[in-house]
């Protein structure tokens, strides 16, 4: 295809974020919306646990934005972190008018609490929260006339200045007018021209071995936006769930954290007499941020050579647990776990990026044109741990003021886009090496930058990027791109990333723990990477 398609606005991402902001567009924009997979395979339909905003009368906007606070270990941005928790009420709203399925109780949103939170503000429909709400969007998605929907379409390149002809690719990047997209069933890259781009891709969780991430999670726009000249924040700060089901056949399953907000307490095996351990390392107990949980799991695995521990919610009745953990309860039990009786096998798992794309509160990058909303950015709001269901808020706040910034623009005429050029290509064989190196970078990601970092683990892991950057580079190079190639590739760069800016922070400050560096630094500053080019 030689002709660019052409729309208003490029939107790449079909979580929440991505079709927050397709949604509130089409009805005065001509949008084109672009996954790599189909529509429902992104992180927001696996989301369980809930989104947050204050919606009680004992609960207020000041207490909110202090509990995102002392999660975030002094390291958020205290306008993007009231900007979230303000807009979050009406978010929710937004959400019920589309008639997302909440749970409720007497009439009421039903309101659980999880940790980090001092209150109950989280909504959420049942276990499954994010199932809900992609459903719902994506029915809205279905009847909305405007959107032009590219499923199994992935993000090659984005398009600016410097792409176009007579621009030289050493000056400033300029303005974003589009990208390049692989078209995965016909094995063709086209390009898609527009006034307006949206990354809406999601984290980067599949970076390391153990995540509770889907398939998806490579994140393709934190490297497409760093390649193409944007600043990144923060990219030391991968999260780490507590809980993820621990089984030989369940694949990353989540155990919601509302698991131990509604009293499941995590425990040793009955080997080491069932103590329940989270008392031992914070007065917080079950209910401590996720970094805390998260290294106090993995101290005790390492000091008793365990496999997992056991989060136990037994003592709540059947009734409770089929009336809030349905999906869990239903999950278990195929694997031949009864949570009404025994106690459920967790381990930690890369579960989060808290830092990404820099953008403002209306999702700005440093390229005019280009915009970034959800997973993919760093807002200042999660700082250097997220708190629980700040996520889904984060999604539609800042996709909401992206969607502002989009309609009070002043549009431009595209300029003469190129075609993409593959005479330079051959086709190889490379899907043996693909797969070992995808396989080699997960297993040394999560051996070297985990949940407990040394210096000489980090040096040991930027040795191996930079063989393994090599080698992609020659086979991106020499090869017709595939789907694995470009996913790797951006796997790589997003490794490359965390680990520079995990050697840059000589501290040890919420989800980054250092054995070299185990004090605080007397000032937070964020950790912020300009690409060379620059």
Known sequence: ???????????????????????????????????????????????????????????SFQSHVDDTLVAGAGLCDLDATRFAVEHAPAAIAWLQELGVPFTSE?????????????????????????????????ERLRQTPGIAVFENHMLVDLITDRKLPGHSRS????????????????????????AHTVLATGGAGKVYLYTTNPDTATGDGIAAAWRAGCQVGNMEFIQFHPTCLYHPHAKSFLITEAVRGEGGLLKLPPSLGSHRFMPDHDPRAELAPRDVVARAIDFEMKKHGLDCVYLDISHQSPEFLREHFPNILARCAEL???ITKEPIPVVPAAHYTCGGVVTDLAG????????????????????????ASNSLVECMVFAQGAVAAIRGAT??????MPAWDDSRVTDADEMVV???????????????????????????????????????????????????LLELRNLVQVADLIVMSAMMRHESRGLHFSRDYPDLLPEAKPTILVPPAR
């Open 171 to 194: 000056e400033a990047s300029g303005r974003c007018h589009g990208a390049y997209v692989l078209d995965v069933e016909h094995d063709e890259v086209i390009t898609f021209s527009a």
């Open 106 to 138: 007497h009439g009421e949103l039903h309101l659980t609490r999880e940790g980090g939170h001092s209150h109950r503000r989280i909504v959420h429909a049942t276990d499954a929260t994010g199932a809900a709400v992609q459903a719902t969007l994506l």
């Open 411 to 416: 549009p431009e005429g595209p300029p003469t």
């Open 364 to 387: 700005h990058t440093d390229i005019a044109g280009l915009y970034a909303v959800g997973e993919t950015t760093f807002t200042g709001l999660h700082g250097a741990n997220r708190l």
């Open 1 to 59: 295809m030689n002709n660019p398609l052409s729309f208003d606005v490029l939107i790449i991402g079909s979580g929440l974020a991505g079709l927050t902001a397709a949604l509130n567009l089409a009805p005065t924009h001509r949008v084109a919306l672009v996954t790599k997979r189909a529509l429902n395979d992104g992180s927001t339909n696996w989301a369980q646990g809930g989104i947050a905003a204050v919606l009680s009368d004992t609960d």
């Open 336 to 338: 031949g776990i009864d």
């Open 434 to 484: 693909i797969s070992h190196n995808w396989d080699e970078l997960r297993r040394f990601m999560w051996d070297y930058v985990g949940i407990v970092r040394t210096n000489k683990r980090l040096e040991r892991a930027a040795h191996r990027i930079t063989l393994l950057q090599r080698e992609i580079h020659e086979f991106y190079s020499q090869f017709h791109v595939t789907r694995d």
